[in-house]
């Protein structure tokens, strides 16, 4: 264990990650069009900011600008051959941040979905996909990425093409899937269902989890279900700042750094060990997150009703696991903070 996600895990018993990469970026002038990847060229300044965001407000660990930096989804912006010249600036760049911070700070190689469907069903074969994601890995490697870090993810066999790839490169990795659709991802996957997986990969993550998907409340019903399916992996949870709302064109999140301190301690008491935001989470709800996991002390595993209450009501009666899947359980009254 010489990477220096494992070797902080030894010693932390929590650490927290970064909030928004995209939501920053627009709060920047980035286009909606656009792809983010360019910047790491175009405005390395920018970039450098974004990661220096996450730092100044205490993140042990921030995701570089790569998200999209695969060859499938930067060939929707002719560019389908920088991506590996992009992924390693973005990892050169998150590298010059972390080392001037003072302490250790933990640059993750993002790589987010190629956005393209698996065979049969799709145009993507397995081989082609770990293809895809080897090429972006051996970027962010030579970026200086301490680990790799795969997110929003909806398909399993995205996921353990990933895994595959990342075992290419030896390099480490972590890896959430995004549960937006009901309490599964897109593809169907269950909580338990991302543990069975993790669990049988040839080279299993460090950590796994959740990001995305709806708001912070569906996302610690989805790391309960991680800890009660039972796995002694640390939990990652990479909630949104609330839901997302449309004013005028804009998408707006309505979640507040308040709410998201109590998000923060409640992922915790869940059984989450990483715990960061996702999309419309900024500096000021991290600084609310990090003092919050700092001066607050741990409290009992929160029950459904605990987390309601104190962050609004879930998208869906059922976390879609279990028989009563898609029916049954009702929840508690919508009361959003
Ligand atoms: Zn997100």
Not at 146 to 151: A, H, P, R
Not at 175 to 192: I, P, W
């Amino acid at each position: 264990m010489t990477n220096a996600l494992s070797r902080l895990l030894e010693t932390r018993d929590w650490l927290m990650a970064d909030g928004a990469t995209g939501t920053n970026l627009f709060n920047m002038g980035l286009s909606s069009g656009d792809a983010p990847e360019m910047w790491n060229e175009e405005h390395p300044d920018r970039i450098k900011k974004l990661y220096k965001f996450a730092v100044d407000a205490g993140s042990d660990i921030f995701l570089t600008n790569s998200f999209g930096g695969n060859a499938a989804r930067l060939k929707l912006h002719g560019a389908e051959k920088r991506a590996r010249e992009l992924s390693r600036i973005s990892a050169e760049l998150g590298r010059e941040v972390a080392d001037a911070s003072g302490r250790t700070v933990v640059v993750a190689g993002s790589v987010g979905p190629t956005g393209e469907i698996f065979a049969p069903m799709g145009p993507l074969t397995h081989a082609a996909a770990v293809e895809i994601f080897h090429e972006q890995a051996e970027g962010l490697k030579e970026g200086g990425a301490d680990v790799l870090w795969l997110e929003t993810i909806s398909a399993p066999e995205e996921y353990k093409a990933a895994a595959e790839a990342f075992a290419l490169a030896d390099m480490p990795w972590c890896g959430t899937m995004s549960f937006d659709t009901a309490g599964r991802t897109m593809m169907g996957v269950t909580s338990a269902a991302m543990v069975d997986m993790v669990e049988k990969l040839p080279n299993p993550p460090i950590a796994f989890g959740a990001n995305c998907g709806v708001g912070a409340s569906d996302l610690l019903r989805t790391v309960l279900g991680f800890a009660a399916h039972g796995t002694e992996r640390p939990i990652i949870a990479k909630g949104n700042a609330g839901i997302p709302k449309y004013h005028d064109g804009h998408i707006h999140y309505d979640g507040t750094p308040e709410l998201m301190a109590e998000y923060a301690v409640l992922a915790r008491d869940s059984g989450a060990t990483i715990i960061g935001g996702c999309c419309g989470t900024m500096p000021e709800h991290l600084e609310a997150m990090h003092k919050a996991l700092t001066e607050r002390p741990r409290g009992p595993r929160p029950s459904l009703e605990d987390i309601t209450a104190k962050l609004g009501g879930f998208s869906s009666a059922s976390d879609g696991t279990g028989e009563d899947a898609g029916a049954g359980r009702r929840t508690s009254r919508r009361r959003r903070g």
